[in-house]
């Protein structure tokens, strides 16, 4: 595929995909984690805990292998487009690949973040990212100008491998249980007051999640059929403890599952695109030892990695960047996410308070007062607030 059709802004002449980044290395964990925690006051104590989930890999996160691995799939699908790689807080930097980019004359490129939902971590902080990163570039040559591709929520090319990924981990519960599984979709889970910010108008978050969780399950069962029972859960929280985050946490809910009686869980890592630390911790290890010492049984469904229709997505989603009367895709019911973020999205409710993010347009550049009245109260589809 070759460089998207013009558009009023220009052509796109590559693509940059954009990942969080991992340890490749022993020495490379506890740098690594105070990138990541930087300025958020994190103990060096709670540091040290999460480096040993590293170390018990060999001290190596598989982020980068499978970064990697959709950055190849990429290549040979976009090909003879430049693809290039950087990463928020691990090398490959985000800032040498905008170098690299600036050096070889591209001067508009889009953005692929693999990150499933709109929220500020999953989306405006990359492009706040992005922003910084062409600022830090040396004031002696152009570009290149940074066009994010949109949040893929909805789109076919994630839904579709999914349910077919739960459908698989269904098929692996042993078979007394398996026509009575619940469906337990598990995403990261963020501060409450992001989840109220998130999106243009607010609760995209939750509500996205809900949303495609309920298409997946829909999906599953089939014309006519039964669908099963389902909801949603959250992990990997962190921060303080009087910072009110989304809950239910995906062990507790299985607990609580287990005590009503259900026999048999499929945790649906929906939210996260590859197997990487936080799925193989905090689900893998955590979630299904506490479901093993409650009586339930669970399996825990793939994700979708470098899958050939997630990678054909990324194609589509650029397609769309050059041709405005092009379907843009979606499964969920709440219509596609928009295409250039606007100014105000996922973000704090006040200018004052508002980084510079790439990608963003002042078209859409809305007061949010009403979402900062809201943030003190649980976002739609959350659950009760934290006790």
Known sequence: MGPASPSGNGAIDALLLLTFGGPDGPDDVL????????????PE???????EHYHRLGGRSPINDQSRELLAALRAELAPLPVYWGNRNWEPYLGAAL???????????????????????????????????LAALPADGPGPELVKLRVFFDHPGFVEPMVERVAAGIERLPAAVRDEAHLLFVAHSVPRRQAVESGPDGGAYPAQLAAVSRAIVAAVAGPGGRERPWDVAYCSRSGPPTVPWLEPDVGD????????G?????????????????VIQDLDRDALARAE????????????????????????????????????????????F??????DCCSAPTVEDRAPAAAGTPADARGR??????AGAPAAGVGPPPA
Not at 262 to 278: C, K, L, N, T, Y
Request: glycine share 8%; proline share 7%.
């Open 338 to 343: 928009p295409e250039v973020c606007p100014t």
């Open 369 to 374: 007062g009403r979402l900062l009245a809201r």
């Open 262 to 278: 259900a026999r048999a869980v499929v945790i649906v890592p929906v939210g996260f695109v590859s197997d990487h630390m936080e």
């Open 253 to 260: 809910r299985i607990e609580q599952l287990a005590a009503a």
């Open 45 to 51: 104590a709670r540091i040290a805990q999460v480096a």
């Open 99 to 133: 170098a690299e980019m600036r050096a070889d004359g591209v001067r508009r490129a889009a953005v692929f973040v693999p990150s499933v939902f709109a929220t500020y971590s999953a989306c405006r902080q990359y492009r706040e990212n992005l922003a910084a990163g």
């Open 293 to 336: 010492k409650a009586g339930i049984s669970a399996v825990r469904a793939g994700t979708v990695g470098a899958e050939p229709r997630f990678v054909r997505m990324v194609a589509e989603l650029l397609a769309e960047r050059g041709d405005p009367d092009r379907p843009r895709r979606s499964w969920a019911g709440l219509g596609p």
């Open 31 to 42: 740098p690594f984690l105070r990138n990541v925690t930087r300025g958020r006051g994190v």
